[in-house]
T-cell receptor, first 114, second 110 residues
Framework: NAGVTQTPKFQVLKTGQSMTLQCAQDMNHNSMYWYRQDPGMGLRLIYYSASEGTTDKGEVPNGYNVSRLNKREFSLRLESAAPSQTSVYFC?????????????FGPGTRLTVT | GENVEQHPSTLSVQEGDSAVIKCTYSDSASNYFPWYKQELGKRPQLIIDIRSNVGEKKDQRIAVTLNKTAKHFSLHITETQPEDSAVYFCAATKGNMLTFGGGTRLMVKP
């Protein structure tokens, strides 16, 4: 049971390049999330997927797109990277069952855009 | 949408002292309040949580209290140890949405 995994761990992009961050979870969780964390700051929600086949915008969705490929996988795409997107990106998943929650974060992807 | 404010942003205590971190939220429909600990370079880890139908929850040296009327909740760490040094985040949850506070950097001096 690997929990939540993310690839890559580190990435350097030039302005205007595109890339996809991958996230997978093997805990059969329904909801998956993408956050960004800027230095010394909290986590801001980019997009989330409450269940397979659905995605919704979070607080800071501009410049990003997502795909919930299946129940396990939720990817985040930067179509044209900008220096303002330099950040650490965390994927997370939550299994909700009634009033019970199980929440887990992936190890993060450290992205630098030059 | 939900707005979560967290105070203080930094907190320095002597080993063995208690630490208290406070959060307020704006949306009365939020019903689940987790707390996360994040060590440098690591992912956030859930340390304790509380649901809106409970006023207090304790787990060893960590406790969380919730005042639904005032819309605030607090994390209490007793007998702090150097390994408690980290950034702590509160969050308020409504449905599937978590909104995080800005974080508190706790430093425990030996």
């Amino acid at each position: 049971n690997a929990g939540v995994t993310q690839t890559p761990k580190f990435q350097v992009l030039k302005t205007g390049q595109s890339m996809t961050l991958q996230c997978a979870q093997d805990m059969n969780h329904n909801s998956m999330y993408w956050y960004r964390q800027d230095p010394g700051m909290g986590l801001r929600l980019i997009y989330y997927s409450a269940s397979e086949g659905t995605t919704d915008k979070g607080e800071v969705p501009n410049g990003y797109n997502v795909s919930r490929l299946n129940k396990r996988e939720f990817s985040l795409r930067l179509e044209s990277a900008a220096p303002s997107q330099t950040s650490v990106y965390f994927c997370a998943s939550i299994r909700t069952s009634g009033s019970n929650y199980e929440q887990y974060f992936g190890p993060g992807t450290r992205l630098t855009v030059t | 949408g939900e707005n979560v404010e967290q105070h203080p942003s930094t907190l320095s205590v002597q080993e063995g002292d208690s630490a208290v971190i406070k959060c307020t939220y704006s949306d009365s429909a939020s019903n689940y309040f987790p707390w996360y600990k994040q060590e440098l370079g690591k992912r956030p880890q859930l340390i304790i949580d509380i649901r809106s139908n409970v006023g207090e929850k304790k787990d060893q040296r960590i406790a969380v209290t919730l005042n639904k009327t005032a819309k605030h909740f607090s994390l209490h760490i007793t007998e702090t140890q150097p390994e408690d040094s980290a950034v702590y985040f509160c969050a308020a949850t409504k449905g599937n949405m978590l909104t995080f506070g800005g974080g508190t950097r706790l430093m425990v001096k030996p």
